[in-house]
């Protein structure tokens, strides 16, 4: 019996098409209180992404293991660790951030929502 395979099909699972990755990633990032991600944070998982970083595309980069972007990140201390100073303003602001699980990490970012005029 011949297996019938949608026109879309090459589309599923492909982790070579980054189109596919980001819009993922980008369905998967969301804001969450930092009260809730405390016990990541105590497992060392929490990854700080600064503001002025496209959070997406640091995913992106973490997920595809693009060691020299992240590297340049660390380096230049746009993307760390979450200190226990800033965990700590945050605990104490009970702060909302955005943030996305790119396993075994999580990566935050303090970003206050877009506005929209309507």
Excluded: C
């Amino acid at each position: 019996m011949t297996a019938i395979t949608p026109p879309d099909a090459h589309l599923i699972d492909d982790e070579h098409n980054p189109e596919l990755i980001k819009a993922k990633i980008i369905s998967e990032t969301a804001r969450i209180s930092w009260l809730e991600l405390q016990k990541f944070y105590a497992a060392g998982s929490v990854i700080s992404v600064a503001p002025e970083l496209d959070l997406v595309d640091v995913a992106f980069a973490f997920s595809r293991d693009d060691k020299t972007r992240v590297a340049d990140w660390l380096a230049a201390g746009s993307v760390s660790r979450t200190s226990e100073q800033q965990a700590q303003q945050w605990y104490q602001q009970q702060a909302e951030l955005w943030a996305v699980v790119i396993s075994p990490w999580v990566l935050v970012q303090d970003k206050p929502l877009t506005q929209q005029l309507n």
